[in-house]
């Protein structure tokens, strides 16, 4: 399942540079998660980097994006393709 940032957002700028897709991105009023991009850090590390270093505990799953761990593997290998071949 791709992450959701919450309203609980303080934009503290720790998320975005840990991302490995990156899928943080500035929003109107906090920090959001493209995701189509998310992986939850599948195939790069074995826990999300966003919700490993955030302060307030904001990132959890996006129910509207549910996604099993295969899934996320094949978004990861889609990602790691060049641009042209995607």
Known sequence: MALLITDHCINCDLCEPECPNNAISMGEEYYLITPSLCTECVG???TPQCVTV???DCIGSDPAHPESADTLMSKFERLQRPAESR
Do not use: L
Request: hydrophobic share 35%.
């Open 44 to 46: 790069h590390f074995d």
């Open 54 to 56: 955030c302060p307030v």
